[in-house]
């Protein structure tokens, strides 16, 4: 079921399956996708958990206001929870989603039951990447793509500090072919366990039985 909420200043739309009164579980999407880069992931959770799957400021339904601090999209995840009554989740996050979802766990840890990083990139500043040339994509705002990418070529150096904050049991997945440093943030991650599977960037739609495998093998059962 698609719903909305009035978070932090700005309308976030999220999927909700499963039990509502199951553990919750988290899903954060990447850069221009939205709750339906979870297709077929929300349904073999929702066995098990309730279910949600947002679309973060900039992106899908949710509301595009033009600023884009990646502190602040955790805020906006944090706001969501405390709209919904969840004192604790479990939180998944793909790649720009992982950002996300590791500035959550560094700033409010007591919130985080669990987390998995999906290939996400590292805090240190990322080099060597070609520039942001827009399309006609539509399905997202392009000012949160170049803020985005401003923030990840320079970030604030206490980011890469603030990892070592995560005190929720942490699994990261690094895609073997991915030009990102996915293992530099499992190795700033206190006890976080890093898994190496044969996949680019895009590991749950890429190898998707094997991500589903090890991300239910980290999460046991609730």
């Known amino acids: 079921m698609i719903r909305e909420a009035h978070v932090n200043g700005i309308k976030l739309v999220y999927r909700e399956e499963g039990d509502p009164s199951a553990p919750p579980l988290l899903l954060i999407h990447g850069r221009t996708a939205d709750h339906n ?3 077929g992931i929300t349904q073999h959770f929702a066995a098990r958990y309730h279910v949600l799957a947002l679309d973060l400021r900039g992106h899908g339904a949710s509301d595009r206001p033009g600023e884009y601090p990646l502190p602040g999209m955790a805020e906006d995840v944090l706001a969501l929870l405390d709209h919904l009554g969840i004192e604790r989740a479990t939180v998944i996050g793909h790649s720009l989603g992982g950002v996300v979802s590791y500035h959550l766990a560094m ?3 007591g919130r985080i039951e669990r987390l998995v990083l999906e290939d996400p990139p590292p805090a240190y500043p990322l080099k ?3 520039p942001v040339v827009e399309d006609d994509s539509t399905g997202f705002d392009w000012r949160m793509v170049h803020d985005t990418e401003r923030q990840m070529l320079d970030p604030d150096p206490a980011w890469a500090a603030g990892l070592g904050r995560i005190t929720a049991p942490t699994l990261v997945l690094a895609g073997t072919t991915s030009h990102l440093d996915a293992p530099d943030v499992a190795a700033r991650i206190p006890g976080a ?7 680019g960037h895009l590991i749950h739609m890429d190898a998707r039985k094997e991500f589903l ?5 980290f999460l046991g059962t609730p």
């Open 37 to 39: 880069d979870w297709n």
């Open 107 to 109: 700033n409010h840890p």
């Open 128 to 130: 060597g990447r070609p």
């Open 193 to 199: 366990e890093l898994v190496r599977i044969e996949a």
């Open 213 to 217: 495998r090890t991300v239910d093998a």
